[in-house]
């Protein structure tokens, strides 16, 4: 008797079939499939709706197979409070970049973890403003080199890369905040349970949520993929340290402990 077939990998459902206009060696695919997956893993798909603004994720809406709004540059934290609001049923999430959410969208994601609004928020750290050709972003490194700053950043003038979990991790205000990687296959497991713990939250109503997720860029890191994923763990991993911040079903961590 012929066993039947068992499919072992396919297209999650909430992801479509258009092809990526990323560029070779960039990680936001991975997060896209990651937060497909857990979509479907929890089976909210028909009741998800992301929010993109203006970066390299201004065209998610083409990628994920859910309804999704186009926001002002940095401003999706402040479209998903409303909607969020107006429909508490739907589980609202955004995605976005450092130059928009640590630069323009500073404000908006700030207010929208104090006030505890109900959404998940996965923000993509990869040190740059990517979409726009590779300017110094707020999260830039120190000495990186960037189109805006071709000698390397330099800190006495720009100030220090800003760490937004830690900066988050600050409120008063019960959030769940994790920083995590997808540069290895062992930190996307890894990613992808912290990324379902930030949907799961929202489905019980718990708390604000936000993943920062470190990821390659090799176009403007002038980069071939494997040096960039060598460099997330020399250089971005030691400033941006990994781990939870900020836990509503657990004690907080210390900055020992992160």
Not at 44 to 68: I, K, T
Not at 74 to 88: H, I, Q, Y
Not at 126 to 143: C, D, F, I, R
Not at 239 to 245: A, D, E, F, S, T
């Amino acid at each position: 008797m012929k066993e039947a077939e068992q499919t072992i990998f396919a297209r999650p459902e909430s992801l479509t079939e258009a092809v990526t206009h990323y560029c070779p060696g960039c990680t936001h695919g991975v997060v896209h499939r990651m937060v497909a997956e857990v979509l479907d893993s929890l089976g909210v798909r028909e009741r998800a709706l992301g929010v993109a603004p203006v970066g390299c994720s201004v065209l998610a809406y083409n990628y994920f197979n859910c309804d999704f709004l186009e926001a002002p540059h940095g401003r999706a934290p402040a479209l998903a409070t409303g909607f969020k609001r107006l429909r508490p049923d739907m589980i609202v999430f955004t995605y976005q970049g450092d130059g928009d959410l640590a630069s323009i969208g500073m404000s908006e994601i700030i207010h929208s973890a104090n006030r505890g609004e109900k959404f998940t928020t996965i923000f993509i750290n990869n040190a740059v403003y990517g979409m726009t050709g590779g300017q110094m972003a707020p999260t830039t490194l120190e000495g990186q080199i960037t189109t805006t700053c071709p000698s390397g950043r330099n800190v006495a003038q720009t100030g220090q890369p800003i760490r937004v979990v830690e900066l988050l991790s600050g409120l008063v205000t019960p959030a769940y905040l994790e920083r995590v990687s997808v540069h290895t296959p062992r930190h996307i497991i890894q990613a992808k349970r912290a990324v379902r713990k930030a949907f799961r939250y929202q489905i019980e109503e718990r708390c604000f949520s936000l993943i920062e997720v470190l990821s390659t860029c090799p176009t403007n890191w002038g980069k071939t993929p494997e040096e960039a994923v060598a460099w997330v763990e020399e250089a971005l991993i030691p400033y941006y340290p990994l781990g939870c911040r900020k836990d509503p079903g657990q004690k907080e961590s210390t900055d020992e402990a992160v």
